[in-house]
């Protein structure tokens, strides 16, 4: 089920500079995770965090999480062209799962 | 307008048996996904279909497993001869068009014993 805010809707950046998305969510969560869906594919699992952590990374990406805020952001530090897609947070509570609306990154080369 | 609408929830299922997952788009979309997510993971793709055709079913294990988004009525992703190791849940998404925002129904959690 469709639940969960992400912001920026849309983020038009250059090639080389870095994409901050941040997600919100309304209730504790047992681990939160992040997706990028290439145009006219599925998704593909980025990263996941649990709640007890605060930070992690994996290769150009780096996500946190404030579980007081109840909110996460994902950097992707040196864009590239290749990066342009849309990136989705889900959260994670028991046996249910719910998704952001999505960020739409364009990298210009 | 109704969201994806996946069922049911929950199923349980003997080895051998036939598991049978429906999902059923938003309002207007014609581009179905599916996922298969195990305990503790991120979701994995398994296919991609429109109305009438598997797009790509690169995520689907080579036997047991198929799917279809028939003209009327919905996806149906069909596993026969369950065995444990598909324990698992199972999300669909759909989308308006291709590349469009997938949306996602609220999963069924199949259960082998």
């Known amino acids: 089920s469709q639940q969960g805010e992400e912001d920026p809707q849309a983020l038009s950046i250059q090639e080389g500079e870095n994409a901050t998305m941040n997600c919100s969510y309304k209730?504790?969560?047992?681990?939160l995770q992040w997706y990028r869906q290439n145009s006219g594919r599925g998704l593909v699992h980025l990263i996941l965090i649990r709640s007890n952590e605060r930070e992690k990374h994996s290769g150009r990406l780096r996500v946190t999480l404030d579980t007081s805020k109840k909110s996460s952001s994902l950097l992707i530090t040196a864009s590239r062209a290749a990066d342009t897609a849309s990136y989705f947070c889900?959260?994670?509570?028991?046996?249910?799962?719910?998704f952001g609306a999505g960020t739409r990154l364009t990298v210009k080369p | 307008n109704a969201g994806v609408m996946q069922n049911p929830r929950h199923l349980v299922r003997r080895r051998g048996q036939e598991a049978r997952l429906r999902c059923s788009p938003m309002k207007g979309h014609s581009h179905v996904y599916w996922y298969r997510q195990l305990p503790e993971e991120g979701l994995k793709f398994m296919v991609y279909?429109?109305?009438?055709?598997?797009?790509?079913e690169s995520g689907m294990p080579k036997e047991r497993f198929s799917a279809e988004f028939p003209k009327e009525g919905p996806s149906i992703l069909r596993i026969q001869q369950v065995v444990r190791g598909d324990s698992a849940a199972y999300f669909c998404?759909?989308?308006?068009?291709?590349?469009?925002?997938?949306?996602f129904g609220p999963g069924t959690r199949l259960t082998v014993l």
């Open positions: 998404a759909s989308s308006l068009e291709t590349g469009g925002l997938q949306f």
């Open positions: 889900a959260t994670s509570r028991g046996d249910d799962m719910r």
């Open positions: 279909l429109q109305k009438e055709n598997i797009i790509d």
């Open positions: 209730t504790s969560i047992n681990n």
